[in-house]
């Protein structure tokens, strides 16, 4: 442990860590019986996508995002998303969730159906923003799926550090250590895709030609043998078509400044497409970004917008209310696609991250950690493999311990505000992984993909039915259900009064909104 973070600690007993919110957003495909992609529109008894609070979709139709609340306790965020899994299976017919990160059988791009939001002006938005996401990167890599963890320290903890640090409480404090935090988790995003990444191999189908040093295995597999994450690689979830883009996260006004300036930069590429064709809008504009949510980074400041408003403005507004975490794959032995061992972990890895000093970004060390991250993706549990630190080659194993050792510390004050062991032992959980590179998930896929003789997509077709059926042998929670249900008839009926409030054109509606500073 540093000695800045062991000051900084010391500083800060008696500080409530555990009451820091978390929440979850979890991405699942439906999948048809014959084991490829859903056909079929959102269900209606799911409710709105538009407006339903917990259940939505994201690219695809196929694709359902499940959003929990907000809660103190790890065990009550993965309480609720379990619950609304649950409903989400009661109204499933002959369709069950992928448990992968990377796709089920995909027939090529037009078997993917974009995401429908009805008639309304802030619907067909969305509804577009998705068709030019699927001319700039193909809708084929829109079906990836993941989980976001959302993370806001505890309120009481302000105060204390400001404190210690000889600063005022206010919202510039707040955003200059979040941004440091962003910066460090930044830094050792290669650590999460180690510890949790479990997308080694792929079906065939989602890159037929295969490339990037991607490995045949079997006759319907591509894999990199020692990766851990091919979502988080290169060939997955990216804005590599738009290279170059670099957002500083060296202050929030430099965020801020970084996005306005891609949304408003045309494209080169972009604008070749265009914006429509035949009288049908192909993309909302030709520029590096459509809209904010189109910068794919695996980490992102967040705060909840008012009404129809960007993003950045209520961030450049209000401040920064949470983080975003958005590297961890779906877990594909859990039912829902993380455990508590793993947000425990993730809680004090962010909590380390907000209290330890954070270096300025430059183009060099942003570079690196992209470096990092494609090397841990794509060769992770590779023997001996070595990372960049300040420009020096540090081992993986060496780095990673040495990570541990100072989040040691950092759960012992979890542990002791929240009464608990739990956090401690789920740092401890992580060293078998570090010390040995076949207790990583992937290494349990690829492992399992071994013993049974199969490709990914009979081994994910096997764990998705094994999940379905464990759902289904589960008691029904009746007030969870009532409560959904509910939901889900209130969101259609809020969607019909959105539907009939509009007033002004589609184009009138984009350029209000894109006017916006």
């Known amino acids: 442990m540093s000695p800045e973070l062991a000051g900084i600690l010391s500083g800060l007993k008696g500080v409530a860590f555990h009451e820091g919110r978390k929440g979850l957003g979890k991405e699942s495909l439906r999948v048809a019986a014959s084991g490829g992609i859903a056909q079929t529109p959102h269900p209606q008894a799911l409710g709105s996508a538009l407006c339903h609070p917990q259940i939505t979709t994201d690219y695809s139709e196929a694709l359902l995002e499940l959003v929990t609340g907000t809660h103190v306790n790890p065990t009550d965020v993965l309480a609720e998303l379990l619950n609304v899994h649950q409903f989400v299976y009661q109204q499933l017919e002959d369709e069950f969730l992928w448990v992968a990160s990377m796709p089920c059988v995909l027939d090529g791009e037009k078997s993917i159906r974009i995401a429908e939001y009805g008639s309304s002006n802030v619907g067909r938005m969305k509804h577009v923003y998705r068709i030019g996401l699927g001319y700039r990167y193909g809708r084929i890599m829109q079906a990836i799926a993941g989980i976001h963890f959302n993370y806001s320290p505890p309120e009481s903890l302000w105060g204390a550090l400001a404190e210690s640090l000889g600063y005022s409480d206010h919202q510039s404090f707040r955003d200059r250590q979040f941004m440091g935090m962003l910066r460090n988790i930044k830094r050792l995003n290669w650590l999460v895709s180690y510890l949790f990444g479990s997308s080694p191999a792929v079906c065939k189908s989602f890159l037929p030609a295969g490339g990037a040093g991607l490995e045949a295995y079997g006759r319907d597999t591509w894999y990199y043998p020692h990766g851990t994450s091919l979502r988080l690689s290169d060939i997955g979830y990216s804005n590599r078509a738009a290279g170059g883009l670099r957002i500083s996260y060296n202050s929030l006004g430099e965020y801020v400044e970084g996005l306005r300036h891609a949304i408003a930069a045309p494209h080169p590429a972009y604008s070749r497409i265009g914006t429509h064709r035949d009288g049908e809008w192909l ?156 207790e990583t998930p992937s290494a349990h896929v690829v492992a399992a993909m071994r013993a049974e003789g199969e490709g990914f997509y009979h081994f994910a077709m096997r764990r998705s039915k094994a999940s379905a059926e464990w759902f289904g042998n589960q008691p029904v929670d009746a007030a969870s259900s009532a409560t959904l249900k509910a939901s889900a008839e209130q969101s259609l009926s809020d969607q019909a009064a959105i539907e009939a409030a509009d007033n002004q054109s589609f184009d009138k509606y984009l350029a209000e909104y894109f006017a916006q500073p």
């Open 283 to 438: 993309q909302l504009n030709a520029n590096v970004l459509q809209i904010e949510n189109e910068y794919y980074s695996f980490v992102r400041p967040k705060r909840v917008p008012t009404g129809n408003e960007k993003r950045t403005s209520a961030l450049a507004r209000d401040g920064i209310q949470y983080v975003e975490l958005r590297s961890l794959d779906l877990d594909p032995w859990a039912p829902a696609g993380l455990t508590d061992v793993t947000m425990r972990f993730l809680e004090v890895f962010m909590v380390g991250a907000l209290l330890s000093p954070a270096s300025q970004n430059d183009d060099a060390s942003q570079a690196e950690q992209d470096e990092n991250l494609q090397s841990v993706a794509r060769n992770g549990r590779a023997v001996g493999l070595t990372l960049k630190r300040d420009g020096k080659s540090i081992m993986l194993k060496d780095w990673a311990s040495e990570t541990l050792e100072s989040l040691t510390a950092v759960a012992r004050l979890l542990d002791a505000s929240a009464g608990s062991s739990a956090y401690s032992a789920a740092v401890n959980a992580q060293r078998a992984k570090v010390a040995d590179p076949d």
